[in-house]
């Protein structure tokens, strides 16, 4: 049995927990404002809200039903368009059809429930407004006037202040009054949880946000026993403990993003995670989904291998820490025998001088996977690189950490002729093919490209181009 809050009501259920929240609303609960797009997470119109307490407070994020299995829900409010109206059009909705930001209408449900976690963020930035809105697909208004709305949105959200942003949307009847004992609600469901409980694990699919898996084996997850990671408590949270930082296994990708430690230790964080995903997957995808699915260019995989992250794995009785430059054996082949989960993933903190940088390059800037991705870690002594790693994706059958290139860096004075010889080396360390992402010539060229807009952008002053 699974319970949540679904808008205003208690849902209990035995449906099985691997069924779409999706599925649910609009077949079980007859709520058909959330739409069916492309059930792979790329269009957005099936998006919902789930509100979850977390350290005592509720927060709110957007994510694509289509992608989130119900046992994912248990303890949660799930807030769909139906749960968000009130009598009239609230000023969020009235913002869209002022400005025409919507024709035929199927896209609106999804983008209006995105602005609306915009609206219950702490932000009232109209850049902040229109990423939120980055996993959401229009395809006849154009995206000018909801850009318009989402900049009257922004407006209104400034007059909040430092007011608490569910306060306010309730105040402004941007959320019905029932928002305002969801708190409590969602505290009394986790006193006597019947959530969801933790039992014969080791034989169960395990699934953190279910990005990857939904997409991949769609139907086969229906009915199938799993392990939902992403509420289990040891799994969670971010840590300092002296001079590693430790992350839990289910850490979403939003979680990451928002997290100080990585804020003050990677400052254009913020930059990078731009180009993974959209709002609605990042507030799902987890980061050791992104390292087991082992995708050659799971872009967080690329950022942890620069960074010689170690993963714990855990096998019920016995645990070992395995460094992620050893983890891929193969194509889809881990250092993990089949009862073990990643239970943590740690990194030494690199030191204050340390420049790092992650570049991307996907056929679409946004909601695409990457053709070619890489990420740096330099230790500076002086000029000279003290230590250096340096991974790619997309050049080759696994994630690579490029081990000889990385071992040139070290004692040299990053020059052009340095960067040149440097990327001759590279060369020698992957082995791309021609895929629908690109040729192998060209992933070949565009990786050295982004090896050099790495040094371009940690050693701004310097000429790149190696003299006659
Ligand atoms: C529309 C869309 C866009 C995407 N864009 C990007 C992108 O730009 N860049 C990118 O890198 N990825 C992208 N992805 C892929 C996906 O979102 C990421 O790989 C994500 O990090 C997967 O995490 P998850 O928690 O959802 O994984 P899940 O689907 O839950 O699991 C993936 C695999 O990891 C295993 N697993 C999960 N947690 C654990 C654990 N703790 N221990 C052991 N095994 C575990 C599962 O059993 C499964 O084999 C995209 C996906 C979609 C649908
Ligand atoms: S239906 Fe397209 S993102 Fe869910
Ligand atoms: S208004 Fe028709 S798809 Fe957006």
Redo the contacts with the bound molecule.
């Keep these: 049995m699974i319970q949540f809050l679904l808008n205003d009501r208690l849902i209990q259920t035995a449906v099985p927990a691997g069924t779409l929240v999706l599925d649910f609303v609009r077949y079980q609960q007859r709520l058909t404002g959330t739409k069916i797009g492309c059930r792979?997470?790329?269009c957005g119109a099936c998006t919902v809200l789930i509100g979850e307490l977390k350290n005592g407070r509720l927060f709110y994020s957007s994510v694509?039903s289509c992608?989130m299995p119900i046992g994912n829900a248990a303890n949660k409010h799930i807030v769909t368009i139906e749960g968000i109206n009130a009598t009239g059009l609230n000023f969020l909705q009235q913002a869209f059809a002022d400005e025409g930001a919507s024709q035929c209408g199927f896209c609106a449900p999804g983008f209006i429930v995105s602005a609306t976690g915009f609206a219950m963020s702490s932000s009232c930035n109209y850049q902040d407004g229109i990423d939120a809105m980055n996993?959401n697909i229009c395809r006849c208004t154009g995206y000018k006037s909801i850009e318009r709305a989402i900049g009257t949105i922004a407006g209104k959200l400034e007059s909040r202040g430092d007011d608490d942003p569910l306060s306010f949307a309730i105040a402004q009847e941007l959320l019905p009054a029932y928002f305002s004992g969801i708190k409590e609600r969602l505290q009394s469901l986790q006193v006597g949880s019947n959530g969801y409980t933790r039992e014969a694990l080791s034989t169960r699919?395990?699934?953190?946000?279910?990005?990857?898996?939904?997409?991949?084996q769609h139907d086969a997850m229906q009915d199938a026993d799993i392990r939902f990671?992403?509420n289990e408590a040891p799994?969670k949270g971010i840590l300092q403990v002296g001079d590693e930082c430790i992350l839990g296994?289910?850490v979403?990708?939003s979680e990451m993003l928002k997290s100080p430690l990585f804020l003050e230790n990677f400052p254009a964080l913020r930059k990078y995670i731009r180009?993974?995903?959209?709002t609605q997957?990042?507030n799902?995808?987890?980061?050791?989904?992104?390292?087991?699915?082992a995708?050659p260019?799971?872009?967080?995989?690329i950022f942890f291998l620069a960074l010689d992250a170690q993963v714990t794995l855990s096998g019920g009785d016995t645990k070992r820490k395995v460094p992620l430059r050893q983890f891929y054996k193969g194509y889809k082949l881990l250092e993990?025998t089949e009862g073990?989960?990643?239970?943590q993933i740690s990194f030494k903190i690199p030191p204050a001088n340390h420049l790092f940088n992650f570049e991307k390059v996907?056929k679409r800037t946004t909601?695409?996977?990457?053709s070619v991705n890489t990420a740096i870690l330099l230790t500076m002594n002086g000029n000279q690189v003290a230590t250096a790693g340096i991974a790619a994706g997309g050049v080759g059958p696994i994630p690579a950490y490029l081990s000889a290139a990385s071992a040139f860096c070290v004692g040299k004075d990053p020059s052009a002729e340095m960067l040149a010889e440097l990327l001759e080396i590279v060369q020698t360390e992957i082995a791309p093919i021609s895929d629908t992402r690109g040729s192998a010539i060209y992933k070949r060229l565009l990786l050295s490209q982004l090896i050099k807009a790495h040094f371009s952008v940690l050693f701004p002053g310097l000429d790149l181009n190696p003299s006659a």
């Design positions: 792979e997470g790329d694509t992608l996993g699919v395990v699934v953190g946000g279910g990005t990857d898996l939904y997409v991949q990671v992403i799994l296994a289910s979403t990708v180009l993974v995903s959209s997957i990042r799902m995808a987890t980061i050791a989904g992104n390292l087991v699915n995708s260019i799971g872009d967080l995989t993990r073990e989960v990643i239970e996907s909601l695409d996977i990457a």
